[in-house]
């Protein structure tokens, strides 16, 4: 099984553009130590969601001094931010070998939109995020987490190879649904280290969620 570590933002939170931002910002240094301990597991994928310039400011140059990967779930509607990912940052990131997906235009949540919204959320912002990083966009992550089975079929027939959860539990690693499990301000290495070696709900939720995949096919 893959343990899905995702990452907001690194370092503080200047200023919340939604309720609540702040409590998904993980320090400097603890996300390094996670990436020393944790890193180099066969077992561990990393992501980071929304598009912050520490995506680039530190996550970039400390995955790339430890030779890692990670993908990075951009926001089309941010690229003007300036406490956002630029379309040349995320061209660069990439380059550096990274994988680049969709988080959306807004940051709104996908389950029951209508039909302009869908096509904003799942297919322009799509379109944008292409073009700016120079590449294709096939995995997405769902912002807020939230999702039922309509939207995964809507997700299925804009052909994305991959969608991520904010679930937490373990994942199969060539499954079309990843669960992830967030990494908050309110984490220590050592609750991290349990995510990692000894995972909840897996028992608890690994049925239901195959059973909804499986009526999205």
Request: aromatic letters at 8%.
């Amino acid at each position: 099984m893959t343990i899905n570590l995702c990452f907001h933002g690194l370092g503080t939170c200047i200023r919340e553009r939604e309720p609540g931002e702040a409590g998904y910002w993980v320090a400097d240094e603890l996300f390094l130590r996670i990436l020393d301990e944790f890193g180099s597991h066969p077992w561990v994928r990393m992501s980071f969601d929304d598009g912050n310039r520490s995506d680039v400011a530190v996550a970039l140059p400390a995955l790339q001094e430890r030779g890692l990967h990670a993908t990075f779930f951009a926001l089309a509607g941010r690229l003007d931010d300036p406490a956002s990912l630029s379309a040349s940052e995320l061209s660069q990131l990439r380059t550096a070998g990274m994988g680049i997906g969709s988080h959306g235009w807004s940051h709104s949540p996908w389950r029951g939109m209508g039909p302009e919204d869908e096509r904003r959320e799942l297919v322009e912002a799509r379109a944008v995020l292409a073009e700016a990083s120079r590449g294709p966009i096939d995995e997405a992550a769902l912002p807020l987490g939230r999702y039922d089975r309509q939207l995964l079929t809507r997700l299925r027939r804009h052909g994305y190879r991959s969608v991520y959860t904010s679930d937490r539990f373990p994942a199969r690693p060539t499954a079309w649904l990843q669960a992830r499990y967030s990494v908050t301000a309110g984490d220590t290495l050592e609750s991290v280290r349990s995510m990692v070696t000894r995972p909840q709900r897996f028992t608890e939720t690994r049925n239901r969620v195959a059973s909804l995949a499986k009526r999205v096919r």
